[in-house]
């Protein structure tokens, strides 16, 4: 069942709500690739306050509805729903605890934009259905079967800042990582993931180097993002929407994951929210998002 009618539910029915955190790469290096074709990165990962939201109830029959501001792009998906996936296979490594459940989608992030969207709903719907059965699993057995909804949701499983590398199942906190006041900012233009790597021009490049002195700006500034200038051959929208992040005053911008969406990092959220309210007045029919990243320690 699938729906975008949420009237039938109530407040007090919506019992366990998990946040599913958009995930943003501040650095990803492209250092190689396997004989099987996946390609091996480096990444410094950090998760924004900002993202989509699911609730879960137990139900007398598994429903899924949707609603916010990106559900019409998943409206009749529900086939290749991550949220669904993550629920089947979820509920046959626990067995009979499984009972049926309503799963809401508050979709507030773009579709395919970079951000880890669809794996972070799927990594919200692990770690949810898991408090809503009463489920425990080995640490090692939930991270490998989050591996098989795909090479992000480990790290969305996680939630917190990270050093992932391998295809993104080696994964390594980063407790010294600060918070950063940030604009998410996305032209609502697509960008197709195989499309950058295949026009990617070099596959072995130098790995990510972690600061010496803590200075994370700078260290992230020095870093790349080696998939930025094959997708802004495809999308010029994206050179033109981190220009318009650095004219109204960001430290420093990157696009994250295969796009389209950038980042730009702000020296405080004041300035973050002034920034995305300009750049929404400058283009309303674009993407932004003043935000803040969670920090290591927390």
Avoid at 113 to 139: E, F, H, Q, V, Y
Avoid at 178 to 187: G, H, K, Q, T
Wanted: charged letters at 20%.
């Amino acid at each position: 069942m699938m729906s975008s009618d949420r009237s039938h539910l109530s407040a007090s029915c919506a019992s366990i709500t998990e946040e599913a955190r958009a995930k943003i790469n501040l650095a990803l290096h492209v250092t190689g690739q396997r004989p099987d074709g996946y390609h091996l990165l480096d990444m410094l990962v950090t998760f924004a306050a900002h993202g989509d939201r699911l609730s879960f109830a137990s139900s007398q029959a598994d429903a899924f509805t949707l609603s916010g501001r990106f559900a019409g792009t998943l409206a009749g998906d529900s086939a290749t729903n991550l949220v669904l996936k993550a629920r089947d296979l979820l509920r046959e490594a626990v067995g009979a605890i499984a009972l049926p459940v309503q799963i809401h989608l508050e979709k507030n992030l773009p579709i395919a934009s970079g951000i880890g969207g669809g794996s972070a709903d799927a990594a919200a719907t692990l770690r949810g259905l898991m408090r809503l059965w009463g489920a425990t699993l080995p640490k090692e057995a939930l991270a490998a079967l989050a591996l098989k909804l795909g090479a992000d949701v480990p790290m969305c499983l996680e939630s917190r800042p990270l050093i992932a590398r391998g295809i993104g199942e080696e994964i390594e906190p980063v407790a010294d990582l600060p918070a950063f006041a940030m604009v998410l900012a996305n032209p609502m233009k697509g960008v197709s993931t195989p499309d950058v790597f295949r026009r990617l021009t070099t596959k072995n490049n130098p790995a990510l180097a972690l600061p010496r002195t803590g200075d994370w700006l700078a260290a992230i500034a020095a870093a790349r993002n080696d998939l930025e200038p094959p997708a802004r051959e495809l999308v010029p929208e994206i050179g033109e929407i981190s220009a318009m992040l650095e004219t109204c005053g960001a430290l420093m911008t990157r696009m994250s994951g295969s796009g389209a969406t950038c980042f730009g990092i702000f020296a405080n959220m004041g300035a973050a929210q002034e920034a995305a309210g300009t750049l929404h007045d400058n283009r309303p029919d674009w993407y932004f998002q003043a935000t803040e990243t969670v920090s290591g320690d927390a």
